[in-house]
């Protein structure tokens, strides 16, 4: 996904930038990049930030240079910030996905442009920072371009512009990722999280709408395009991608998953009919940890007993999504988890869990509990529906084939069972044949004693906002939703 942070001071701004776009790194999973005005222009891209994060890469060069405005990003894949000479120079850094990108640079090149910047993959064989960068070119002026880029993707894309005017900085237009103007004297600054703002002074002032474009200066927030009415803000911000004290729409992610924890306790006392304290349950533990928050919302909900058998070792090792390669991704992911023998041996333990996507790691997870720790059953909890669709706007789940998603396995089994192949919607219905069968074939590939997963209406309630204003692509057909 990847996230930004900028900043316009009447002081030296450079570690108020450092922090913020740190303050990032849980979104960002492999590039980095910053640059800083003031008496001149400095400027600095990592392309590595698997092994060593964004802040200790660029504190010796925020102590080396003055600034008194800068942009900075942490990202998925591809080199950022990006310069473009036009409009007398200025930088750009995005966070979202484009996927008319192909297209895109087709037109380009018909007109006899060109693009130099390294393509991040095979998958995506143009940088699109490059990319938005041109389109923003494309205006009368920075306002006009961001305008004209918002209009011709497909997909999202929030940026954040500085030049010699200011930073601007322009939510995507149908607002799946969040941008937050904040202040304090002598300061502004734009941020996806609200967590780097707390320690840093600044104090939210204004949350942008859906394509809103302001320009943020010294003398203050000036609006430049207003928000548009549609809003579809990604649901998975509050499930797995948000730090806990962030807050996006005026909903905070740690109350959220509190929410969803609550949700999912009540479904199983009426499932089970039971009342607190009678769930047939030894521990209530999480798989930390997105999946923290849920867990003690599920034991002050249940009255159960709550305990971590899984810790995980945060000195060295990052989320388990940030390394590219997959074999390092299950490495990180069986390496950083400690378990704790007294607390899973003989015991029946229910884990709540932000989500399961492919589900390799958690099965390895679950065989290591039974086999090797003789756990007595293993009962699992996500935090939302099954994931039947991979997301086309913010890179969650990018894979070559959605078909490697836990879901349209199982779909794919049941299409075999019955000779046919059903449509993916169908499967959706959660009081459905289908849907049951679907969710009996991931719990047995993942050799779970119960699984259940949190309904849609309980996610939306969890949440807080009305549906309509939700991204929900990730459990549904959303090619509608941009338009």
């Given at each position: 996904m990847g996230g930004f942070f900028g900043v316009v001071s009447k002081e030296n701004c450079n570690f108020d930038l450092l922090y913020g776009t740190d303050y990032h790194s849980h979104l960002g999973t492999?590039?980095?990049?910053?640059?800083?005005g003031g008496r001149s222009i400095s400027y600095r891209r990592i392309h590595d930030i698997t092994r060593k994060g964004f802040r200790p890469q660029l504190e010796d060069f925020a102590v080396e240079h003055y600034g008194t405005m800068g942009i900075g990003v942490v990202s998925d894949y591809e080199d950022q910030p990006i310069f473009s000479s036009r409009f007398g120079g200025f930088y750009v850094v995005h966070v979202g996905r484009i996927n008319n990108l192909v297209s895109i640079v087709e037109n380009a090149h018909k007109g006899?442009?060109?693009?130099?910047e390294p393509a991040p993959?095979?998958?995506?064989?143009?940088?699109?920072?490059?990319?938005?960068?041109?389109?923003?070119?494309?205006g009368n002026n920075i306002s006009d371009g961001i305008e004209i880029m918002q209009n011709t993707i497909e997909g999202s894309s929030s940026v954040l512009v500085m030049s010699k005017d200011g930073i601007y900085a322009a939510r995507d237009k149908l607002g799946r990722t969040p941008v937050?103007?904040?202040?304090?004297?002598?300061?502004?600054?734009?941020?996806?999280?609200?967590?780097?703002?707390?320690?840093?002074?600044?104090k939210p002032y204004m949350e942008l709408g859906p394509g809103q474009i302001v320009r943020l200066t010294l003398d203050g927030c000036e609006q430049l395009k207003e928000p548009g009415v549609k809003m579809q803000i990604c649901a998975f911000?509050?499930?797995?991608?948000?730090f806990p004290g962030s807050s996006y729409e005026g909903v905070n992610v740690e109350i959220m998953r509190n929410h969803s924890g609550e949700g999912l306790a009540r479904a199983d006392m009426k499932r089970m009919n039971k009342n607190r304290e009678e769930l047939p349950f030894d521990i209530i533990a999480d798989i930390p940890d997105s999946g923290t928050g849920s867990t003690i919302g599920y034991t002050n909900?249940?009255?159960?007993?709550?305990?971590?058998?899984?810790?995980?070792?945060?000195?060295?090792?990052?989320?388990?999504?940030?390394?590219?390669?997959?074999?390092f991704r299950d490495l990180v992911a069986k390496k950083k988890l400690i378990t704790i023998r007294e607390l899973i041996e003989r015991k029946r333990i229910l884990f709540c869990e932000d989500s399961i996507v492919r589900g390799t790691q958690l099965k390895d997870n679950i065989h290591m509990l039974f086999d090797e720790y003789q756990a007595q059953e293993i009962h699992m909890r996500p935090s939302c529906p099954p994931l039947t669709h991979a997301c086309t706007f913010l890179n969650f789940s990018r894979s070559s084939s959605e078909q490697v998603l836990a879901a349209r396995r199982a779909i794919a089994a049941v299409d075999?069972?019955?000779?046919?192949?059903?449509?993916?919607?169908?499967?959706?219905?959660?009081?459905?044949?289908?849907?049951?069968?679907?969710?009996?074939?991931?719990?047995?590939?993942?050799?779970l004693t119960s699984l259940e997963y949190q309904r849609m209406d309980d996610l939306v309630t969890s949440i807080g906002l009305p549906k309509e204003k939700l991204c929900l692509g990730c459990w549904r057909d959303c090619n509608s939703c941009q338009k």
């Open positions: 492999r590039r980095g990049g910053i640059v800083i006899k442009v060109s693009f130099s993959d095979e998958t995506m064989p143009f940088n699109p920072a490059e990319v938005i960068a041109y389109l923003i070119g494309q937050i103007i904040a202040k304090k004297d002598g300061a502004y600054a734009a941020t996806m999280e609200t967590t780097a703002l707390c320690n840093q002074g600044f911000l509050w499930i797995y991608y948000g909900e249940s009255g159960m007993r709550r305990g971590r058998p899984l810790v995980k070792y945060t000195p060295s090792w990052p989320r388990s999504f940030m390394p590219q390669e997959q074999s075999k069972e019955d000779g046919k192949n059903h449509d993916v919607n169908d499967f959706t219905d959660e009081n459905s044949d289908l849907y049951n069968r679907m969710v009996g074939h991931i719990r047995d590939s993942l050799s």
